[in-house]
């Protein structure tokens, strides 16, 4: 467990996490096949082995391991007696770095989240909502008619949905439900689970391969509501390292987010390979060059020969290799 010498009230706080953890089986400093398959126990982990480090950053604000792991358990408290396994709980929450904990609390109290993104119109969340069988809804986004608020956890808002009619069996094992590739509304009857074993299972692959531990800056590029969304997110988040939360305004403009990228000086960027065609555009017009970059995953689409000879070529990332994890991590 990292020392604090700056802060030795969260020494007494980690260790009081890591005796919670071991009284429920799980030992902090144990690897990921000694922990049960569920990412919210690995994240209480994470935060029992780096409670101090940054665990995510946004354009204005930053928060630590142990306050992600305190906002989820306030969460989870609210929710108790009010959701658990088999149900689901809509996370209706902005691109801030307190998103990651929202979704913790959620999958705390047993239950599969359904993210949605507040810049999605009403009647495309309602639908959402009452596909999933969403009865309870923690949201930082305001919220919908007939949503009544029971409770606040932070900056989010605990609230009840009226009676919903359970149009699909929620599997215990279930994380959460993604929306199609791309978000499509008009396929939004395509909604799928996911379990915690999938997206761990993606998380441990890759890491060992990338060596990417505690050091390591990522980006949270995509919305939540996608697989490639919440996948990208644990990535940093079970390892001790940095996501950065990128704002919806910065990831629409390519200039702003390569300059964003510098800035943060990331080390792991996930991408759609069309996303990453028009970042390479941006980068060369620009002239930027991004040397902290060790590692680009690209993913959900084919992957352009062009665009990564592109890449190559204007050697904006020298040290940089690139990966396809659509499936088994390769190297391009």
Known sequence: MNATPDHPELDQLSADLAALLARIG????????????RIDLRFAAAAARHPARICARDAEQQTTYLEADWLADDIAARLSGRTGPGSVVAVRA???CKAPAAVVGALRTGAAVLPLE???NAGLQEFLMRDAGAEMVVSDGGLLRDEIPLA????????ARPEAAMRRAIAPATA??????????GRALALRPVS???VLSWVDALLPLLESGPEAVWTSFHSL??????RELWGPLLSGARAVVVD????????????LLAEQEVTVLTQLPSAFARLTAAARTGRSSLPALRHVLLSDEPVDAPALADWRDARIAPQAVVWDVSGPPAIL
Do not use: N, W, Y
């Open 26 to 37: 799980l030992d902090p400093a144990a690897g990921p096949s000694a922990r049960r398959h």
């Open 94 to 96: 902005q691109r801030t």
């Open 118 to 120: 507040p810049g999605h």
């Open 152 to 159: 606040k956890a932070g900056r989010f808002v605990i609230a």
């Open 176 to 185: 959460f439900l993604a929306l199609p590739e791309g978000g499509d509304p």
């Open 196 to 198: 915690h074993l999938d």
């Open 225 to 230: 509501s996608l697989d490639l969304g919440m």
């Open 248 to 259: 919806r305004d910065t990831a629409c403009d390519a200039r702003a987010f390569t300059r």
